[in-house]
């Protein structure tokens, strides 16, 4: 270009560009850069004909060497299902006593049911399982229908009163706002309150009376100490574990108008090996029998 001149300090040609009396000079590019820029060019059109690189409407150009990653992620997870079958396949075979024997297939099995759990049940019970009001503490060895993994697998199996499985566990407390008074209803509250110290604020006349209110028309369920009945499902009134508040105030509002929580049965939906490792999992957390 007419405008470019030799800069009489290098003796370099201008690129003709000037900014505020600033020449820019040309000097050449560095060689070793421009041999690292072709290599790169030389290698993206090997890679692009080698492995998968243009996307298409429903699938991506194969490239000759064939090489998919997901081809090789296929192929991880295959051996890792192959390695599990041998202990799926046994768990499925076994009765959950017989899974409780064996350590290495208990340990598979609580790993198993402790991803289950996560996906299933953390909802309801929490994801540490310490649940909720309402919804029981699976760590502790307090149970409504009893501990043992026997009984366990049949109420996450089963569910507790879910009308579409006729094997469902079922129990039900009658709503004794039509059946007793209403002072009968402090009354026995305050009894029940006592038998876990839990009636600080209540009277002697009303524990007292409670009694015979309780001996009247609870101890058939709860037993006459109150210790429940998991045949029932009713639970032990004497302990500091309350699903719906421990307070006198609390049990007279569940004597009133008990509430009746729902659990789903899973025996269907999760298949029987499912159950069976959410069994040996909640079994497992401390406060199975």
């Not at 060689?31 to 030389?42: D, E, Q």
């Not at 407390?173 to 305050?190: E, G, N, R, Y």
């Not at 110290?197 to 100490?225: L, M, R, W, Y």
């Amino acid at each position: 270009m007419s405008d470019k001149q030799i800069d009489e300090f290098s003796g370099v040609s201008t690129t003709g560009h000037e900014w505020d009396g600033i020449k820019e000079l040309d000097n050449p590019m560095p060689r070793w850069w421009l041999i690292v820029y072709y290599a790169t060019i030389v290698w993206a059109a090997v890679y692009v004909i080698a492995y998968p690189a243009w996307p298409l409407v429903r699938t991506a150009t194969t490239g000759l060497l064939g090489y998919s990653s997901r081809g090789d992620v296929k192929t991880e997870l295959d051996a890792a299902k192959a390695a599990k079958a041998d202990y799926i396949a046994a768990i499925g075979a076994k009765s959950v006593k017989e899974i409780l024997a064996d350590e290495k297939l208990r340990i598979f099995a609580a790993a198993a049911g402790a991803a289950a759990f996560k996906v299933n049940c953390v909802q309801c019970h929490g994801s540490g399982a310490q649940g909720s009001p309402g919804y029981p503490n699976l760590n502790d060895d307090d149970w409504l229908w009893g501990g043992s993994a026997e009984q366990i697998q049949q109420t996450i199996a089963h569910g507790i009163r879910y009308a579409e499985d006729p094997n469902t566990r079922v129990s039900e407390m009658p709503a004794f706002a039509d059946i007793l008074q209403p002072k009968q209803i402090t009354q026995v509250a305050s009894f029940v309150a006592s038998l876990s110290n839990k009636a600080e604020n209540a009277s002697d006349g009303d524990i007292a009376a409670g009694k015979d209110v309780f001996a009247q028309n609870c101890a058939s369920c709860h037993g006459d100490n109150g210790k429940g009945n998991r045949e029932l499902g009713a639970p032990n009134l004497t302990d500091a574990i309350w699903l719906y508040g421990s307070t006198p105030a609390a049990i007279a509002a569940q004597v009133r108008a008990p509430k009746h929580g729902v659990m789903p049965a899973w025996g269907v939906r999760l298949g029987d090996t499912t159950v069976k490792e959410l069994t040996v999992y909640v079994h497992s957390l401390g406060g199975g029998e």
